[in-house]
């Protein structure tokens, strides 16, 4: 926003007036009305200047057509009213060579002339600050709107890419995904050739002869005894368990009662076993019988076994 001062210098007046007007905060009423009552001098657009009088001295001059003596700055030409102007003009631009000069006083007509003049440089200049807020306010929108369509323009392109690239990677998972199902459709095509050559293997391979069993005539038996220790003793295959029996009774356990039993699989045999053959009872070719000192339980047991 123009300043005081620089409204009055667009109005015409010099850039000294139009300060010393504007001060001491002066709104543009208070500018006129200080420029028109202390004789502040003007500055036409035809650069000429002229005075302004007091309103009292127009009126007690009013029918004089001879003005009051004034002064004119030599170093730049400025009018100036009074004394009090030429002090002021000397302060501000340094310059000290002044004359007096003698101009028409300005009647009320012109002064009123001047006034709707300056009125109208005021409308004038409130008008194409109007008319370059609006140019400006257009510009700005006219920016904004291009700065709008510049970013819908960039999204609008952002999500094309967005799109091409899922698309990309759509058509790559697709291809990986076929090259990892022919893989497995390799991998089992392969293990249903490797399962049928086995097969084809197993069934032209001859049967197994089944090994034909011995004829054991004689089996080693060993015995752990009641105290831990160990014997062997061959005998006949035909011969029934109770000569076991009565070979390990006489010859390691004569006075205390026992039982036999296999460990694997365990098995402790009865008195009804005792006639039945080895060869029958699978005690061949070899066969190892533990001593168990017998008591009423595992007489009990064997009955029940």
Known sequence: ???????LVAMGYATETAELAAGNNRNMDQALSFIENDGVGFESVGGSPTEVTRPQEVEETKDVPVAAASYQCDDCGKALANDDAVMRHAQATKHGRFSESTKKELTAEEKAAQLA??????????????????????????????????????????????????????????????????????????????????????????????????????TMIQFRLLDGSTVKQEFDVTEPLMMVRGWIQANHAKETPFSLMMAFPRRVFTEEDMGTPLQALNLVPTASLNLMKRTNSLEAASELQ
């Open 117 to 218: 003049d300056i009125v109208r440089k005021v409308k004038e200049q409130h008008e194409k600050k109007v008319q370059k807020a609006q140019e400006e306010e257009k510009g700005e929108e006219l920016e904004r709107r291009s700065a709008g369509q510049a970013m819908a323009s960039y999204r609008e392109e952002a999500r094309e890419r967005e799109v091409r690239e899922a698309a990309r990677l759509r058509v790559l998972q697709k291809a990986e995904d076929e090259v990892a199902r022919k893989r497995v459709l390799e991998q089992i095509r392969l293990d249903r050739e490797e399962r049928k050559a086995k097969a084809i293997k197993v069934a032209l391979a001859p049967e197994p002869v089944a090994p034909l069993p011995k004829d054991y005539s004689k």
């Open 1 to 7: 926003m123009m300043s005081i001062a620089q409204q």
